[in-house]
T-cell receptor, first 119, second 110 residues
Framework: QVQLVQSGAEVKKTGASVKISCKAS????????THWVRQAPGQGLEWVGL??????????AQKFQGRLTMSRDTSTATVYMELRSLRSEDTAVYFC????FGYGDLTSWGQGTLVTVSS | QTVVTQEPSLTVSPGGTVTLTCASS?????????PNWFQQKPGQAPRALIY???KKHSWTPARFSGSLLGGKAALTLSGVQPEDEADYYC??????????FGTGTTVTVL
């Protein structure tokens, strides 16, 4: 399985941007789709989006269209998620997770990154 | 906006059986939605249990099984153990690289 290590907690002001990283080790990173999932405090899981193994295709949940960008650096086996125009409701733990076949089988997860948005 | 609905909470006795379901607002959940099931315990990342409706991972206890039931995806826990107390989420694929998590079910073993 892939081991995923995410960047540390972030505190941002409303309207700012945040970029979170997810670094992989242990397996051929370029073979996996990488999904991002978030969980607001005390709430359920929310699918945010995914990036293809080669980084050439991304798919985002409709509610994030226009303010979300996912990217992949194959040289460092790192995937990034940038969310712009932050709102208080974006406060959540953000997880990255890998999916070998692109059917949502999220077998390896990062430890999560807490993003806190306040005015 | 697609909504995937699960029972908010279920209570089961140790050794008992409980079935969780996952319903889509767009219609029946089928094998073409590749439903997945995840378990999450407090303070932990989710853990994959079931993929593609009914397939188990090597680490999935035999007492967990997935199926389709009356137009919904279903997760059945048979012979429930105290350590099965957790939140459970389904994840449904809608094609074109889009997915939706279910609302989640809290299973209490009492």
């Amino acid at each position: 399985q892939v081991q995923l290590v995410q960047s540390g907690a972030e505190v941002k002001k409303t309207g700012a941007s945040v970029k979170i990283s997810c670094k992989a080790s242990g397996h051929t990173f370029t073979s996996y789709y990488t999904h991002w999932v978030r969980q607001a405090p005390g709430q359920g899981l929310e699918w945010v989006g995914l990036i293809s193994p080669g980084g050439d295709r991304s798919s985002y949940a409709q509610k994030f269209q226009g303010r979300l960008t996912m990217s992949r650096d194959t040289s460092t086996a790192t995937v990034y998620m940038e969310l712009r125009s932050l709102r208080s409701e974006d406060t959540a733990v953000y997880f990255c997770a890998t999916d070998l076949f692109g059917y949502g089988d999220l077998t390896s997860w990062g430890q999560g990154t807490l993003v806190t948005v306040s005015s | 906006q697609t909504v995937v609905t699960q029972e908010p909470s279920l209570t089961v006795s140790p050794g008992g059986t409980v079935t969780l379901t996952c319903a889509s607002s767009t219609g029946a959940v089928t094998s073409n939605n590749y439903p997945n099931w995840f378990q999450q315990k407090p303070g932990q990342a989710p853990r994959a249990l079931i993929y593609s409706t009914s397939k188990k991972h090597s680490w999935t206890p035999a007492r967990f099984s997935g199926s389709l039931l009356g137009g919904k995806a279903a997760l059945t826990l048979s012979g429930v153990q105290p350590e099965d107390e957790a939140d459970y989420y389904c994840l449904v694929s809608y094609g074109g690289g889009t997915y939706v998590f279910g609302t989640g079910t809290t299973v209490t073993v009492l």
